[in-house]
Structure formats: structure tokens, C-alpha cells
């Protein structure tokens, strides 16, 4: 009987580390936009809220062109 638990957890833990490297290898990796940032006088990153409304070739974004003098 201990035997045939132990094989059985032990085929567990594999199927379960083997799922884990497919969804890992499925899953691409994220890159941000690399050019083009804009920063304040102090340094900060200036980020612009944006949104489609539902149209994804027409972006309506917040004016952040007087945020820092």
C-alpha cells in the first residue's frame, strides 16, 4: 500500500512540474514601448492615460503637456 501511494505522489509532482514548464513555455514575454519617453524637469516619467472607446485605431489621451514647469 505505501508503495503504491508514494507512486502515485510522485507521479503527481511530475505532471504537475511537467504542466508547469508547457504553460511556461507558452507564455510570451512582455516589452514595454523603448522610445520616445518624455520627462519632467525633475525627472520624472511622464505617463499619458489613454483610451480607445471601444475604437482601437483611435486613442482620446489625457493632456500632460502642463504637468511640470
Same mark, same amino acid.
Given at each position: 500500500m505505501k508503495t503504491d =501511494?508514494?507512486?502515485?505522489? *510522485?507521479l503527481t509532482v511530475i505532471a504537475i512540474a511537467l504542466s508547469a514548464i508547457a504553460i511556461q +513555455? !507558452? &507564455?510570451k514575454d512582455a516589452h514595454a514601448q +523603448? =522610445? !520616445?519617453?518624455?520627462?519632467?524637469q525633475s !525627472?520624472? #516619467? &511622464?505617463?499619458?492615460v489613454c483610451d480607445s472607446n471601444g475604437n482601437p485605431s483611435r486613442y =482620446?489621451?489625457?493632456? *500632460? +503637456?502642463? #504637468?511640470?514647469?
Open positions: =501511494n508514494y507512486t502515485k505522489v *510522485v +513555455s !507558452g &507564455i +523603448s =522610445n !520616445g519617453f518624455k520627462f519632467t !525627472g520624472a #516619467l &511622464i505617463v499619458a =482620446n489621451c489625457a493632456d *500632460v +503637456s502642463r #504637468l511640470e514647469k
